[in-house]
């Protein structure tokens, strides 16, 4: 009625003589004109829900939310409409669908902190008709957007936990606060559901992920561990051979200096497979105090040699670190992967490669600043730096460089970094990374520094010390059989072999009066090690029992060892390292003996 008589009611109400006088017609006249604004509202609030519901229905999946905050933008007459998903880790928004000045627009990450969206997350309606931009001059984004008015609406999932926030921005103010906020909210529980169902999806997604990645690292984990096994019993036979070859030759000799160094070379290639199989789970690392700037020294020839021609190293390593409790072949690993990562980054350019330790104050500040987290809390850290001059990474790369298998390599296998950054957790450590590209990049490992004293490295004592009597050794590999039987000789032994534990059980039983120590190999066809061994202590519990393994030890086997039924020697191992295990175990069970 009062749409079809609005001319004629104007025109019979409208006050006459003074305007400014109050009459009982002009009251009459004002609460029409406020009737006729609120029907005018309703009716555009109900055009405006209709048109988009039946725009909004059309469009599912990945269309939705562009759909929406076009639409939106369109029923409001606002220059921008955004869709944001809370990201609680780092206080910020991560938009799904940016609508502005007539376009859709690139996905934007949106700080929260000092920003009207805070307000929106404590808020069920947050309006700021004109003037947001003076109220929060440190929104960047309301700057560059040159905004007026602002109208934000929370999100919420079916538990009430925050979702994210529908927000309409304006480069004029807001032409009418109720109505925007009324319209946003009437879609906030079909936005909310879809953003859960997408979170879920994306969730599901992610696990996916991880377990097919998890399938990858087990199925690399048994194949490296069974490689480690198998070359350690190669190394085995090579560090054996040329201890036996350097006790033959004089100390003159031309070829002695080439003798020692197949010997230390196949040491160190035997830490490397010891690092695999902790890799592979079959491993422990062995944590030992150290000093940073000498484990680096101390691998200068090999870094030299890893980086490229075109690359020149330089060191800059503080003295009087304190020490940092590690794994010293783990520790030297990861300094070899961030070295020729810094050499394959000059990309056969001219550069400089800077290798740097020191000590520094962790505070919380600093760690908030870490791509990953600190295992431990603030304190005192000390680093090592690998810093290069090569052409540096972009950010959507450096967010990538830790996953498993990704490389910028064509032959790159991804694993590098990837195991840096394992080493690094299971030392209570991280990393933290800085790159520009053009400019070059900048690895930083951080220890937990110790106040305790740098322990010396292992030395073998009584270098002339001999037993006497029979070993028996019980090996599947013949060539391993052989070297173990001349190491044993040099000890003052006779060696009696077998190639499975159904053999070496035979022998035990045949000649137990006279074998002194038992060599037993852990992994063998017919009779595993662990059983061989259950089975010999049946026939003799007083007869020495030196474990053997390609293995660490581990598992099982570590009762034994710990209870102090048997001792444990992982291959390969050098006549000193063998020298003093058979002694320790013929001493243990001579103390043993006298005790009884």
């Known amino acids: 009625y009062l749409a079809r008589s609005d001319l004629v009611l104007r025109d019979m109400l409208r006050p006459m003589g003074d305007p400014t006088e109050h009459t009982p017609d002009q009251e009459l006249f004002d609460r029409i004109q406020q009737l006729e604004e609120s029907v005018k509202r309703e009716k555009n609030l109900n055009a405006a829900i209709r048109n988009l519901l039946g725009n ?77 931009t003076s109220k929060f001059p440190a929104d960047q984004l309301l700057i560059d957007m040159q905004i007026e008015g602002y109208v934000g609406i929370p999100l919420f999932d079916s538990t009430g936990a925050s979702l994210g926030i529908i927000v309409a921005l304006y480069q004029h103010p807001v032409p009418d606060g109720d109505f925007a906020s009324t319209v946003m909210l009437v879609f906030t529980a079909r936005v ?48 054996a051979s040329a201890d036996l070859a350097e006790l033959k030759l004089d100390a003159n000799h031309p070829a002695i200096e080439q003798i020692r160094l197949i010997g230390k ?64 072949s783990q520790i030297r690993q990861v300094l070899l992967n961030l070295v020729v990562n810094a050499s394959e980054a000059m990309e056969g350019r001219a550069g400089t490669i800077r290798i ?104 073998f004592t009584e270098s002339d010390w001999k037993g006497e009597g029979t070993a028996l050794i019980v090996d599947d590999q013949l060539h391993i059989r052989r070297v173990a039987a001349q190491l044993m000789a040099v000890l003052g032994f006779d060696a009696l072999t077998a190639e499975d534990g159904v053999e070496g059980l035979k022998l035990l039983e045949q000649h137990q009066e006279k074998i002194r120590v038992v060599l037993l190999d852990l992994t063998m066809p017919k009779m595993g090690g662990e059983e061989t061994f259950l089975a010999m202590r049946e026939i003799r519990q007083d007869t020495p029992v030196i474990l053997m393994s390609g293995f660490n030890e581990g598992g099982s086997i570590g009762q034994y060892v710990e209870t102090g039924q048997a001792s444990f020697l992982q291959k390969p191992f050098k006549l000193q390292e063998l020298r003093c295990k058979v002694r320790d175990a013929i001493k243990a069970v001579r103390a043993a003996q006298l005790n009884d």
Request: charged content about 20%; proline content about 4%.
């Open 56 to 132: 909004g229905a059309a469009y599912v999946g990945p269309e939705f939310f562009p759909a929406v905050v076009k639409n939106l933008a369109s029923v409001l007459e606002a220059e921008y409409v955004f869709i944001g998903r809370l990201l609680e880790e780092s206080n910020s928004i991560e938009t799904v669908a940016l609508w502005g000045m007539g376009q859709l627009r690139p996905n934007i990450t949106y700080s929260l902190l000092n920003t009207p969206c805070a307000d929106v997350l404590r808020e069920k309606v947050c309006v700021h008709p004109a003037e947001v």
């Open 192 to 239: 909310a559901a879809e953003m859960t169902r997408v979170n879920q999806e994306e969730a599901r997604l992610k696990l996916e992920e991880n377990l097919l990645q998890a399938q990858k690292l087990e199925g690399l984990g048994v194949l490296a561990g069974g490689i480690a096994h198998d070359f350690n019993n190669i190394l085995m036979t090579i560090l």
């Open 265 to 328: 070379t196949a040491g160190q290639a035997g830490e490397l497979c010891r690092q695999l199989l902790a890799y592979a789970g079959k491993g422990q690392i062995e944590l030992i105090a150290q000093d940073l700037s000498l484990i680096v020294k101390d691998l200068e020839q090999l870094l030299q040699t890893s980086a490229t021609s075109q690359a020149s190293l330089e060191l800059d390593l503080q003295t009087g670190l304190p020490s940092v409790c590690v794994d010293v």
């Open 356 to 459: 740097a330790t020191g000590v520094m104050t962790v505070d919380h500040a600093y760690q908030a600043t870490s791509q990953h987290e600190f295992s431990d809390g603030p304190g005192e850290y000390v680093f090592l730096e690998v810093t290069d001059t090569g052409v540096g990474m972009p950010p959507n790369v450096l967010d990538k460089i830790f996953d498993p298998f990704f490389s910028t390599k064509f032959t790159g296998r991804g694993l590098g970094l990837a195991a840096t950054l394992g080493i690094m957790k299971s030392h209570s450590g991280t990393i933290k990374v800085n790159s520009t590209p053009g400019s070059g990049t900048q690895f930083r490992v951080l220890l937990p520094a110790q106040r305790e004293t740098v322990t010396a490295p292992e030395t």
